[in-house]
């Protein structure tokens, strides 16, 4: 029912009574009076072509592009592998969107520090901590980098473990002393392995 949950995102009311063409044409509606031109869809390797759902959330996504004078934008992890290109659909999707592989943000040149200094930056601000003096993160951006391999998902899990711990033991900031005590995901652990980092001990 991806249209419901488009229509429960932009506050629209659903009820029992309501059908999927009625809850599909209000949506474009409002998208369109909104002036939407932006469609993120995340995650979308977890779209199966294979199954009836999975086909239908591919149909109804298309429909919506065709409907929308928007640009959709869909983001997942080895989507070739998952089979997103694969069959008539997959062929479909294939012929409307270019792929734009992506990396982690490297760390080498001036340019490449300030890029991932702003993403800091802008996790820093975002931080609801009552004795974080801000700057403080972006004073540590080379250690930041070094532990998550410069992977987005890797320093929001870690930032947001560092924060987590801020509030529970009440000291409201986040220091390098509390961000060592992060348990990495294994994403990153597995950079700092490859990489010749130090491996984290992790709990048996």
């Known amino acids: 029912m991806l249209a419901v949950e488009f229509a429960r995102f932009l506050g629209l009311p659903v009820t029992p009574r309501s059908n999927i063409t009625d809850i599909t044409n209000t949506v474009c509606g409002v998208l369109g009076d909104c002036g939407?031109?932006?469609?993120?869809?995340?995650?979308?390797h977890n779209l199966n072509l294979a199954t009836r759902a999975g086909s239908e959330v591919s149909d109804q996504l298309k429909y919506f592009s065709e409907r929308l004078p928007a640009t959709f934008v869909y983001a997942g992890i080895d989507v070739e592998r998952a089979g997103l290109f694969?069959?008539?659909?997959?062929r479909q999707i294939a012929g409307r969107f270019a792929v734009i592989v992506t990396q982690p943000f490297p760390n080498g040149t001036n340019a490449q520090?300030?890029?991932w200094r702003a993403l800091v930056a802008t996790f820093e601000d975002s931080l609801q901590l009552d004795r974080h003096r801000l700057g403080t993160l972006l004073g540590l951006a080379d250690y930041l980098h070094e532990r998550t391999g410069g992977m987005i998902g890797s320093l929001s899990h870690l930032l947001r473990g560092a924060a987590v711990d801020a509030i529970i033991t009440g000291a409201e900031k986040i220091t390098r002393a509390n961000l060592d005590?992060?348990?990495?995901?294994r994403a990153a652990r597995h950079h700092q392995v490859t990489a010749g980092g130090t491996k984290q001990a992790t709990p048996p």
Request: net charge negative.
């Open 86 to 90: 694969a069959g008539t659909r997959g």
């Open 113 to 115: 520090r300030q890029a």
């Open 181 to 185: 005590g992060v348990e990495l995901d």
């Open 36 to 44: 939407c031109d932006l469609v993120l869809v995340d995650e979308i």
